[in-house]
C-alpha cells in the first residue's frame, strides 16, 4: 500500500499550505520524478512549472505555480515583470518607490493605495504580511535567487486573511562555501549586491541600490543586509532541518510624484504633478525582522514551527492642503507610524497510509503607535509642524485549522477542512481636547473557512474540482479614516465574504523533445460586503463596502519545449469582475484587466550564451467604480541577453537587458477612485540595463 508520506521542501510557510503541498505532491507524483522535476533547469532565465511534477495542493484544483528564479533575474526594477510569469497573478509597477508593487490575484488587491493588499505573503517560511492583511516585499533582496509559488482561489481562502492568493518566495540553498558580487548600472537604477556563503551553512548578503522612476521626483534609495542560517542533519534524527534569518531593510527616502490626470498624461506622461514638488511628498522607511523555521520528525508523523519578530517604522508627507487641516478633527499632513510585529505558527500531521489528519495553529500580534502632523510651518510646506495625531493600535489574530486527506487510490485523492479567523482590533487614542473627542474604540471578526477539494492526478493528465468560503477583514489602514471626514475608528466597514468554485486541468507529453505541457482553470467567485476605495486623496483612502460583486474567468499557460535550446512559454487569462446589485450594479470593477497575456521565446545556445525575447499585452481598465475613464491597452517587447565569460576564479556573466523595446507610452497603473481626478501612474519607457556578476 502507498504511504503518502510528507515531501521535504525548504522554506515552507509553516502552516496548512505546507501540508497540502506535501501530501498532494505524494499523490501525484513518484520520488524519481520529483528529483527530476528539481533538477531539470535549462538555464539562468526564470521559469513557470506547471505540471505533473510541480509542487501542489490537495487535489489538482488546488495547483500551486512555480516561478524558477537564478542570480540576477530580480533586480530592483525587474520584479513586476518576472511575477507576470505566473497565471493569474497581475503585476504592475507603479513607477512609484515609495508605494511598492501593486499585485493583485483575480481582480484582488488593486485597490491599495500602497503596498500589497489580499495576498498572503511569505519570505522563508516567514510570513511578509501583517496580520490585519497589509504585506508590502520592499525587504526582499535585490537578485534574490530561489522559487517563487503562487496559488490563488480555494487555497488562498483557506489561508485565512487573504482574499487574492498565497504568494511564498523561497531562497535557493546553502549548499556549500562561495559568493557572488553584482554591480548593475541604467537609468532606472544602479547599485552593487554581495552576497557570501559558508561550509557551515551560513550566507550573509548587502546591497545598496538607488533608483529613478519613469517620472520626475520619483528618485529613491534601498539598502538590504541578511543574515541566514540553515542546519541539516546528516544523521537520522527528529530534527530534520532548522533555518534562523536576520534580514535589516533601510530607504531613507523614496519620493512620491503622485497621480495624473487623464489631461496631464495626455500632455506630458512623464511629467509630475505640481503638488508633489510644491509639498515634497516622499515617504521613509525601514524594518528589521527575525524568524526562525524548522520541522521536526515525531513518532505520530512531522511538525513544523515558525516564529517571527519585528520592527517597521514609516514616515511619509502627503499632499494635504492646510486649508484641509483647518478641520480640528484632521490628523494631519504627515504620517509617522511605528509598528512592532511578531508571531507563532505550528502545525502537526498525523496519519500514515491512505488518510492523515493536520492540525495547527497560527497566532499573530501587531502593536503600533500612529501619529499625524500637520505638513507646514507657517507658510513653509513640506516640513513637519504641529501633533494632529496620537494614537496606539493593536491587532491580534488567532487562526487554529485542522485537514482531512484520504487517499482512495494512488491517483485521487480527496481533501476537506475547516479554519477558523478570529482578528481583534484596538485603538487608544491619546490626542483628545475640546474640539477632538476621545475616538478610542475596538473591532472583532471571525469567520469559519471551510474547503472541499477532488482532484485526479495522473502522469499525464490531472483535473480537480475545489470548493471553499472566503473571509478578508479591513486593514488597520482602512480602518485609519471615516467617510464623514471626522476624526477615529471606521466603524462602518465590514469584512468581506465570498464563495469560490474552481475547476482544472493540465497535461503534459510523455516524450522529451518536442515536449509539450499546459493548464487550465475556471473559476467562479461572488462576494458581498467588498471592500471598496470611497475617495482617495493625497495617498489616504477612506474605505466602504458594496452591496456585492463577482468574479469569473479562465488562466491557461503552457510551455513547449522545440529543441534542447529552444522553449516557447506562455500564459493569458480572461477576467469578468463587475459589481452585483446597488447602484454600481453590471459595472466593471477598477483597476481590473478583462484580459491579459504575456508570451516568451528562451533561447540557451552554446553554454555561454543565453536569449529571451517576450512580448506581454493587456487590456485597458476603469479607474473607479462609475466606469468613467478607461486606459487604453497596452503591448510591450523586452529583451534580455546574457553571455558568460572566462574568469581566473569562479564564472562572471554579462548581461543586457532592453526593457520596452518599441518605447511604448501607457498607464503602468492606477490610483482607484483619487478624489481629484489623479488616477494615473505612467509606466516606464525604453529602459537599458547592464550588469556584471561574478561568482566564485
Not at 543574515?227 to 535589516?248: E, F, I, K, N, Y
Not at 509639498?279 to 526562525?292: C, E, I, M, P, V
Not at 554579462?654 to 489623479?678: P, T
Request: aromatic content about 8%.
Amino acid at each position: 500500500m502507498r504511504q503518502p508520506g510528507y515531501r521535504r521542501w525548504r522554506g515552507g510557510s509553516g502552516g496548512v499550505g505546507s501540508l497540502l503541498l506535501a501530501a498532494a505532491w505524494q499523490a501525484g507524483a513518484a520520488p524519481e520524478q520529483a528529483k527530476a522535476a528539481v533538477s531539470q533547469k535549462a538555464s539562468t532565465l526564470p521559469r513557470v512549472e506547471v505540471s505533473a511534477q510541480a509542487e501542489r495542493t490537495a487535489g489538482a484544483a488546488l495547483h500551486e505555480r512555480t516561478l524558477q528564479i537564478e542570480a540576477g533575474d530580480a533586480s530592483a526594477t525587474e520584479l513586476a515583470d518576472l511575477l507576470d510569469r505566473l497565471p493569474g497573478l497581475y503585476a504592475r509597477s507603479r513607477g512609484n518607490f515609495a508605494q511598492d508593487l501593486q499585485l493583485s490575484a483575480r481582480g484582488h488587491g488593486t485597490r491599495s493605495s500602497f503596498g500589497i493588499r489580499s495576498l498572503r505573503l511569505y519570505i522563508d517560511g516567514i510570513p511578509a504580511s501583517a496580520p490585519d492583511g497589509q504585506g508590502q516585499l520592499s525587504q526582499l533582496p535585490p537578485g534574490f535567487a530561489g522559487d517563487v509559488h503562487f496559488a490563488s482561489g480555494p487555497l488562498a481562502a483557506f489561508y485565512g486573511n487573504a482574499g487574492g492568493g498565497l504568494l511564498r518566495f523561497v531562497s535557493a540553498p546553502i549548499e556549500g562555501g562561495g559568493g557572488q558580487l553584482a554591480v548593475r548600472g541604467g537609468r532606472a537604477a544602479q547599485g552593487i549586491s554581495v552576497q557570501c556563503d559558508w561550509e557551515a551553512g551560513w550566507r550573509a548578503s548587502l546591497s545598496r541600490f538607488e533608483l529613478q522612476g519613469p517620472r520626475p521626483h520619483s528618485r529613491a534609495r534601498r539598502d538590504h543586509g541578511a543574515a541566514s542560517w540553515q542546519w541539516q542533519p546528516t544523521a537520522d534524527g527528529a530534527m530534520q532541518d532548522l533555518d534562523v534569518r536576520l534580514d535589516h531593510f533601510n530607504s531613507p527616502f523614496s519620493q512620491d510624484p503622485l497621480g495624473l490626470s487623464a489631461e496631464q498624461f495626455a500632455e506630458d506622461p512623464f511629467g509630475t504633478s505640481p503638488n508633489a514638488q510644491l509639498y515634497n511628498t516622499r515617504k521613509r522607511s525601514r524594518q528589521s525582522q527575525l524568524g526562525l523555521h524548522g520541522k521536526l520528525n515525531t513518532s505520530l508523523g512531522q511538525a513544523q514551527l515558525a516564529s517571527w519578530i519585528g520592527q517597521r517604522a514609516i514616515e511619509q508627507y502627503l499632499a494635504v492642503p492646510p486649508t484641509a487641516q483647518a478641520n480640528p478633527r484632521s490628523g494631519g499632513g504627515v504620517i509617522d507610524l511605528r509598528r512592532d510585529f511578531s508571531g507563532i505558527e505550528l502545525d502537526h500531521r498525523f496519519g500514515r497510509g491512505e488518510a492523515a489528519l493536520s492540525l495547527g495553529l497560527r497566532l499573530e500580534r501587531q502593536d503600533e503607535t500612529r501619529l499625524g502632523f500637520e505638513n507646514f510651518v507657517g507658510s513653509q510646506l513640506g516640513v513637519r509642524g504641529a501633533l494632529r495625531r496620537n494614537e496606539r493600535n493593536r491587532v491580534d489574530s488567532a487562526d487554529p485549522y485542522l485537514l482531512l486527506e484520504w487517499w482512495p487510490r494512488d491517483d485521487w485523492q480527496l481533501a476537506t477542512g475547516l479554519r477558523h479567523s478570529r482578528l481583534r482590533y484596538r485603538s487608544i487614542d491619546r490626542f483628545v481636547n475640546v474640539d477632538n473627542p476621545d475616538d478610542s474604540g475596538q473591532r472583532q471578526f471571525t469567520a469559519s473557512i471551510p474547503m472541499l477539494a477532488l482532484g485526479y492526478l495522473g502522469e499525464q493528465f490531472r483535473w480537480g474540482l475545489a470548493w471553499a468560503r472566503g473571509f478578508e477583514a479591513p486593514t488597520g489602514v482602512e480602518l485609519a479614516y471615516r467617510a464623514d471626514g471626522e476624526s477615529g475608528f471606521n466603524t462602518e466597514l465590514r469584512p468581506a465574504r465570498s464563495q469560490l468554485l474552481e475547476v482544472s486541468a493540465g497535461w503534459q507529453s510523455a516524450a522529451s523533445e518536442p515536449a509539450l505541457s499546459a493548464d487550465l482553470s475556471l473559476f467562479n467567485e461572488r462576494l458581498r460586503d467588498e471592500l471598496v476605495v470611497l475617495q482617495s486623496s493625497a495617498g489616504r483612502s477612506v474605505f466602504g463596502n458594496v452591496e456585492a460583486s463577482r468574479r469569473r474567468g479562465i488562466e491557461a499557460s503552457g510551455r513547449l519545449r522545440l529543441t534542447s535550446a529552444i522553449e516557447l512559454t506562455g500564459n493569458a487569462t480572461w477576467l469578468d469582475a463587475r459589481f452585483v446589485g446597488g447602484a454600481l450594479d453590471g459595472r466593471r470593477l477598477p483597476a481590473v484587466a478583462p484580459r491579459f497575456a504575456r508570451l516568451g521565446l528562451q533561447w540557451q545556445g552554446r553554454s555561454d550564451w543565453l536569449a529571451e525575447l517576450s512580448l506581454q499585452a493587456g487590456s485597458g481598465v476603469f479607474v473607479d467604480d462609475r466606469n468613467s475613464l478607461r486606459t487604453a491597452g497596452h503591448s510591450r517587447w523586452d529583451l534580455r541577453i546574457e553571455r558568460r565569460l572566462a574568469a581566473t576564479t569562479g564564472q562572471a556573466v554579462l548581461a543586457l537587458g532592453l526593457d520596452n523595446l518599441l518605447d511604448r507610452h501607457y498607464v503602468g497603473s492606477v490610483i482607484v477612485n483619487e478624489s481629484n481626478g489623479r488616477f494615473l501612474e505612467t509606466a516606464a519607457g525604453r529602459e537599458l540595463s547592464l550588469e556584471l556578476r561574478w561568482a566564485y
